[in-house]
Nanobody, 121 residues
Framework: QVQLVESRGGLVQTGGSLRLSCTAS??????????MAWYRQAPGKQRELVAR???????NYLDSVKGRFTISRDNARTAVDLQMNSLKPEDTALYYC?????????????WGPGTQVTVSS
């Protein structure tokens, strides 16, 4: 079993910044073979992938956050961070941390409970 714990989100003004962290743990969890990602879900919308980072550090971003968000991983802390700059009201959502073992044939992984980010206009 894997536990993912996100840091508290918050309320920020348009143009502001916020950093989310997610710490992963588990008795058999091996952080450096896991893809780590951040997803978000706004009210009435589907959950979407915001950013993903592979075990080797390759990253992918949702087009609307490119240039504003940066995902990074710290193997020593077994943590993945999401630095969010130039925040917009449309970034308001519940943000979820996700992990998946690259050795697994399944697309299933583990989810954190989510943390709320609200951007005021």
């Amino acid at each position: 079993q894997v536990q993912l714990v996100e840091s508290r989100g918050g309320l920020v003004q348009t143009g502001g910044s916020l950093r989310l962290s997610c710490t992963a743990s588990g008795r058999t969890f091996i952080f450096n073979v896991n893809v780590m990602a951040w997803y978000r879900q706004a009210p009435g919308k589907q959950r979407e992938l915001v950013a993903r980072i592979s075990p080797s550090g390759n990253t992918n971003y949702l087009d609307s956050v490119k240039g504003r968000f940066t995902i990074s991983r710290d193997n020593a802390r077994t943590a993945v961070d999401l630095q969010m700059n130039s925040l917009k009201p449309e970034d308001t959502a519940l943000y979820y941390c996700f992990s998946r073992d690259v050795r697994s044939a399944s697309a299933d992984g583990y989810w954190g409970p989510g943390t709320q980010v609200t951007v005021s206009s």
